[in-house]
């Protein structure tokens, strides 16, 4: 039998490389905020609703027998660090609000299982202060989500917030996958020969060039995760909670994120490797004769 599966945030940037996919396998349900994506072209079949709004009743009808929800959604708050960094924390409210609002709508409609798209910042700590500076080797799904500002933060906290629908203690289980994801866009170098609007290694845009090596994930790696979280039989723990945490990231040569929990509860057998995707870029700026930054896999 087919699933019914509702994709939140589907007007966004990741569902663009997810619908066609869903669509295909799929009796697909769509709701965003708007029903046009970033470019301002409509997106056929998204129904508009706010799942902020505390008000479920306004949307609860589209959790109505749903196998799986795919939560995308997200409001963005346009800062990491310093003083907008600050100022972000009312709008992640909003989100880990909205992360609530889907838990128990789905919860209380009987859905099977909520495939959340958490992200690295969930535990970017480590990352920041511990991999760059070569102090770490790997992050694992299993650590404690520690994160430096309050994107990351709100990432952790829909986590934490599904564990209490996984464990059973409302009356049933629901299933909880969380995807860590990485880099889900191109990271081809020549991102990296000017200025970033974004550095995750405070160092060069080279170094950040390493960094998104080890973090690319690719569309058609993004599918087959979320295809394998929304189709795994079993993901329950040892302690029998269904509560599963995993990175989202291809099977990179630099990767600092494990996928042990990916490939070993979910099946996940990524097909890419960012390393292979960008090695004329990889040789130009970083093994090359004329390369002008040290080896390894992240840092300067």
Not at 222 to 250: H, M
Not at 265 to 270: F, H, R, S, T
């Amino acid at each position: 039998m087919t699933k019914t599966v509702l994709l939140t945030g589907a007007s966004g940037y990741i569902a663009s490389q997810l619908r066609d996919e869903l669509k295909a396998r799929y009796d697909l349900r769509m709701v965003d905020v708007r029903a046009e994506d970033r470019d301002g072209d409509p997106v056929p079949g998204v129904e508009v609703a706010d799942l902020i709004d505390p008000d479920r009743t306004r949307y609860t009808a589209l959790f109505e027998g749903v196998d799986a929800v795919v939560h995308l959604g997200y409001k963005r708050s346009g800062g990491f660090g310093g003083e907008r960094g600050l100022d972000a924390f009312e709008v992640e409210l909003d989100n880990v609000r909205m992360a609530g609002n889907v838990y128990r709508t789905a919860f209380e409609a009987g859905v099977g299982r909520v495939v959340m798209a958490s992200s690295n910042h969930a535990a970017d700590f480590y990352e920041h202060a511990l991999i760059h500076e070569r102090k770490k080797e790997m992050v694992s799904p299993d650590e404690l989500p520690l994160s430096d500002n309050f994107y990351g933060w709100a990432k952790a906290s829909y986590e934490l917030l599904g564990f209490p629908y996984a464990s059973g203690i409302f009356g049933r289980k629901l299933e909880v996958v969380q995807i860590r994801i990485g880099a889900p866009r191109d990271v081809s170098g020549a991102r990296y020969e000017g200025d970033l609007s974004e550095q995750h290694t405070g160092g060069t845009g080279l170094s950040n060039f390493k960094r998104d090596l080890g973090a690319f994930l690719s569309p058609r790696d993004l599918c087959q995760l979320v295809v394998r979280a929304i189709e795994t039989p079993d993901i329950e723990r040892p302690d029998g909670v269904p509560w599963l945490v995993v990175y989202g990231i291809s099977g990179n040569t630099r990767a600092f994120w494990s996928l042990e929990s990916a490939r070993n509860v979910l099946g996940y057998a990524p097909e890419d490797d960012a390393e292979v995707k960008y090695a004329a870029d990889v040789a130009r700026l970083l093994t090359g004769a004329d390369a002008k930054i040290g080896g390894g896999r992240v840092g300067g």
